[in-house]
């Protein structure tokens, strides 16, 4: 069967090739009626427009761009975290007849600016959607915005800025899930802090904080721990807590690897999940499910963050401030009443 042309679906759906096209490029004052027969030709016909010609005509590809921090140079952000973001904009691009293009970058190469504008300049992406923690460095937004290619920033952590972002509650929620283990009798919760160059995981311990203060119980500086988002620094976190002598009864940590390296070094040393010890952690990436016991933890909503950034993107919104996407709870097993001695 001959591939469908734009006059095939014009044909099918009743209008002009203009009005055609408008649809599919997901340009504005197209009249809802009109769109959805468009979309029910396009689907029927097997419709797939003509990259080359879009491109031409637009001096863009039909690319979005997701740019991240590139895992393989260190042991974070884990894969989890950036799989949800490539799942959600592959959602939007598909549905919007988009292609995805990746770029890991190490935002600790000088030369790193430099590389985001040649690649920007090569490929002429419709837009980029800039993961956390790179959405709050200025050197990596700036690179971009120079380009004056439409960026969309996932969780930078701080309000402002030219760009639109999308974030999530993360220090009203964290606040939430410290009182929910106060709740459960416990009064010694030990926190583990992220890596401090991601704000949006900073603005977590702040919740922590005000969730302590809201369930009346005091801030201890000897329960805190400063982590770097990864398995490994939840490890030597969970040794440094759990050898005090007056131990706490529950650990947060601020994202799921290093809440599962809490729960690695509790097995080693033999102390009961959750009936010694609760851990929460935050994300609910996969691991979050497939360690024993399953992790109470923070469900960030990563992929509908992603998807909502790059339809901003596809529809040319040129939207500014920030949408907040809230999180939720989720109780697994690794949390329980706190011991009675």
């Given amino acids: ?14 209008v002009s090739i203009k009005t055609v096209s408008r649809v599919v490029n997901r340009e504005p004052n197209v009249r809802d009626s009109t769109k959805e027969r468009v979309q029910r030709a396009v ?27 590139d895992p393989a140079v260190y042991e974070t952000p884990s894969s989890g975290y950036i799989i949800r973001m490539q799942q959600g904009t592959m959602r939007a691009c598909r549905s919007s007849h988009h292609e995805l293009f990746i770029h890991p970058c190490n935002y600790r190469d000088k030369n790193v600016g430099a590389e985001l504008k040649a690649v920007i300049d090569q490929v002429k992406p419709a837009g980029i959607v800039l993961a956390a923690p790179l959405s709050n460095m200025s050197k990596i937004v700036n690179a971009i915005v120079s380009t004056g290619t439409p960026l969309v920033k996932i969780a930078p952590g701080i309000k402002g800025g030219q760009q639109y972002s999308i974030a ?3 220090r009203e929620i ?4 410290t009182r929910y283990l ?23 311990f702040l919740g922590y904080q005000d969730g302590l203060k809201q369930a009346g119980l005091p801030f201890c500086e ?5 982590g770097d988002n990864s398995i490994g620094s939840g490890e030597i976190c969970a040794e440094q807590l759990l050898k005090q002598k007056d131990r706490p009864t529950a650990i947060f940590a601020a994202n799921d690897d290093m809440a599962a390296g809490v729960v690695r070094v509790a097995d080693r040393m033999d102390i009961d999940i959750p009936g010694q010890l609760s851990v929460a952690g935050c994300d609910d990436i996969a691991l979050a499910r497939q360690i024993y016991p399953a992790l ?4 960030q909503p ?8 790059a339809m901003s993107l596809v529809e040319s919104r040129g939207e500014n401030g920030m949408e907040i996407f809230p999180a939720s709870i989720e109780i697994r097993e690794s949390t329980g009443p706190a011991p009675t001695s």
Avoid at 46 to 53: E, G, K, L
Avoid at 55 to 69: E, F, P
């Fill in 1 to 14: 069967m001959p591939k469908a042309t734009i006059f095939d679906v014009a044909n099918e759906a009743g």
């Fill in 296 to 299: 109470t933890t923070i469900r």
């Fill in 302 to 309: 990563l992929a509908a963050m992603a998807e909502r950034a």
């Fill in 43 to 69: 689907e029927k016909l097997n419709y797939r427009p003509d990259q080359a010609a879009r491109n031409l005509a637009s001096h863009r590809t039909h690319l979005i761009g997701l740019v991240y921090d």
């Fill in 222 to 226: 000897t329960l805190v721990c400063e």
């Fill in 168 to 170: 999530t509650d993360d």
């Fill in 182 to 204: 106060a709740s459960l009798g416990h009064t010694r919760i030990a926190y583990i802090k992220g890596h401090p160059i991601h704000k949006a995981v900073g603005n977590r």
């Fill in 174 to 177: 964290s606040a939430e899930m």
